[in-house]
C-alpha cells in the first residue's frame, strides 16, 4: 500500500516521457515521480526510496527529495507566507506545506519558527498543526536539576508555557516563573525542577537561588548603570515593578539586594537603590 506522507521503498511499474510510476508490485498503476527527479539508469522493477504527497491539483505525487517532517512526526518549520486562511511552512519540498488558522496556537509570521506535526485532514490533504501536546511523550532521559533545552508550543495566561523539551518530551514553565515575556515559538534552556509521576517535566528559568543570585546581582548592577547610578524603587517596590524592570521575583531581587548590600556596592533606600562608586 502506497502510504502518504511518508518515505517508503516503491518498485518502478511503468515509464511515460514525463516520467515513471512506482509502485508494490508488478501492476501497471502507481504514483508518479516526474522525470527531473528521476536518476539515471532506472529501469522496471527497480527500487526507489521515496517521500508521497500530493501535488497543487490534489494528486499523488512522489519525489527524491528528504522532507524535514514525515506523518505523525515533530518538527521545528519556518513560516514563509501567510495566506488568506492560514500560513506556509518550509519543509524542503517544492509545494510549501500548509498551516491553517485553526491549526495555530499561536498567529504566525513569515520567519517564525514553529514546532508541529504532519497530519492528513478531512480532505486527505497533508497540514501542519501547532497542536502537539498529544504527540509528545513522557520517557525522557532527564531527572532533577538537569539543564534541558526546548521550544514554547503553546502559552496558557493562567498556568504557563508549555514546552516541547527536545522537540519531543512533556515540560512547563509555570507563570509565576516566567519573568520575562515569551512567546509561542521561543526556544529556551531551563532546568528541572521536578519530574512529575507521570513523567512530565515541571521547568524553571532560573537556577537554584545561591547560583542564581549572582546573575541577579549582575542584572541589577546593570540597571544602575541604565538608570544613572539609581534604581528609582527599593526593597519595598511591587513585585509587578521589580518583574517589569528586572525580570526577577521580589524574593530574588531581595537576596541579590543582600548580596550587593554586603559587598559594600550598594546603599538601600526607602524608595530606591543607590550604586556606591
Not at 515521480?33 to 539508469?41: A, D, F, H, I, N
Not at 520517557?139 to 526546548?150: A, F, L, R, T
Given at each position: 500500500?502506497i ?16 516520467g ?9 498503476t ?5 522525470k ?5 539508469g532506472i529501469h ?14 490534489d494528486r499523488?505525487i512522489?519525489?527524491v527529495?528528504?522532507p524535514?517532517?514525515?506523518?505523525n512526526e ?9 495566506g ?6 518550509d519543509?524542503?519540498l517544492?509545494?510549501d ?9 499561536a498567529p ?6 514553529c514546532?508541529?506535526t504532519?497530519?492528513?485532514?478531512k ?6 498543526t501547532?497542536r502537539?501536546y ?7 532521559p ?7 533545552e526546548g ?10 508555557a ?9 515540560g512547563m514553565?509555570?507563570?509565576?516563573e ?18 512529575r509521576?507521570?513523567?512530565?517535566l515541571d521547568?524553571?528559568l532560573?537556577e ?9 546581582e549582575?542584572t541589577?548592577?546593570?540597571?544602575l ?8 524603587f ?7 515593578v ?5 525580570h526577577?521575583s ?7 539586594l543582600g548580596?550587593l548590600l554586603?559587598?559594600k556596592?550598594i546603599q538601600?533606600?526607602e524608595s ?6
Amino acid at each position: 500500500m502506497i502510504e502518504l506522507g511518508r518515505v517508503q521503498k516503491l518498485k518502478v511499474v511503468r515509464e511515460k516521457e514525463f516520467g515513471i510510476y512506482l509502485g508494490e508490485g508488478e501492476s501497471g498503476t502507481g504514483v508518479l515521480l516526474p522525470k527531473k527527479q528521476v536518476p539515471e539508469g532506472i529501469h522496471i522493477g527497480d527500487e526507489l526510496e521515496v517521500f508521497v504527497y500530493k501535488d497543487s491539483s490534489d494528486r499523488l505525487i512522489s519525489t527524491v527529495r528528504s522532507p524535514k517532517i514525515q506523518l505523525n512526526e515533530l518538527a521545528v518549520l519556518e513560516v514563509v507566507d501567510k495566506g488568506k486562511i492560514g500560513a506556509f511552512l518550509d519543509w524542503g519540498l517544492e509545494k510549501d506545506l500548509f498551516l491553517p488558522f485553526k491549526e495555530q496556537t499561536a498567529p504566525v509570521r513569515p520567519g517564525d519558527q514553529c514546532l508541529v506535526t504532519l497530519y492528513i485532514d478531512k480532505s486527505g490533504r497533508l497540514c501542519a498543526t501547532m497542536r502537539v501536546y498529544e504527540y509528545l511523550n513522557a520517557d525522557s532521559p532527564y531527572k532533577k536539576d538537569d539543564h534541558v533545552e526546548g521550544i514554547i508550543y503553546q502559552i496558557n495566561p493562567q498556568i504557563g508555557a508549555f514546552v516541547a523539551v527536545d522537540n519531543q518530551y512533556y515540560g512547563m514553565i509555570p507563570q509565576k516563573e516566567l519573568y520575562d515575556t515569551y512567546g509561542v515559538g521561543d526556544h529556551v534552556q531551563a532546568r528541572v525542577v521536578r519530574v512529575r509521576e507521570d513523567g512530565k517535566l515541571d521547568l524553571s528559568l532560573r537556577e537554584k537561588a545561591y547560583l542564581q543570585m549572582n546573575r541577579d546581582e549582575e542584572t541589577i548592577l546593570k540597571a544602575l548603570e541604565e538608570f544613572d547610578g539609581v534604581l528609582p524603587f527599593g526593597e519595598k517596590a511591587s513585585p509587578e515593578v521589580i518583574k517589569r524592570e528586572l525580570h526577577m521575583s521580589k524574593n530574588a531581587f531581595k537576596r541579590a539586594l543582600g548580596g550587593l548590600l554586603k559587598a559594600k556596592k550598594i546603599q538601600i533606600g526607602e524608595s530606591s537603590v543607590r550604586r556606591i562608586l
